[in-house]
């Protein structure tokens, strides 16, 4: 029926094949959804990193490196004069010294956060 269609954690459109099995009910374990494990993740265990600027010279700096702890959303952000890889490396001491190494650093793998300076 079309209420049996609609109801129900399964219910809704998904394609015209898989709701023409929905209604012949020829659903297979395999038309389900993948089961994937959900990660489990402490705080500060992820972060994201990039730079913003250039932006006009202030004090000598003109980028701001910014990163954001995935869990918590909080932030880390240091004004500086380059974007390279020394300036990340020095940075990335410093916020380990006070969080200890995450699991996972997530960038857009730029050459000054993917080098032979930073550790895998």
């Known amino acids: ?6 109801e129900g954690p399964s219910g809704g459109h998904h394609g015209a094949n898989l709701t023409a099995k929905k209604r012949q009910g020829k ?3 395999r038309d389900g959804m993948p089961q994937n494990s959900i990660q489990v993740c ?3 265990d992820i972060w994201g990193i990039d730079f913003m600027g250039p932006f006009p010279s202030s004090k000598g ?3 701001i490196l910014v990163a954001v702890d995935y869990l918590s959303k909080w932030v880390k952000a240091k004004s500086l004069p380059t974007n390279d890889a020394r ?5 990335l001491k ?3 010294s006070r969080f200890d190494t995450p699991w996972a650093i997530i ?3 730029g050459t000054h956060f993917c080098n032979d300076q930073l550790p895998v």
């Not at 300036?87 to 940075?91: G, I, L």
């Open 1 to 6: 029926s079309l209420k049996a269609c609609h």
């Open 27 to 29: 659903i297979s374990q």
């Open 42 to 44: 402490e705080i500060f």
């Open 61 to 63: 700096n003109k980028y």
């Open 87 to 91: 300036v990340v490396v020095k940075f």
């Open 94 to 96: 410093s916020l380990f």
């Open 107 to 109: 960038s857009d793998r």
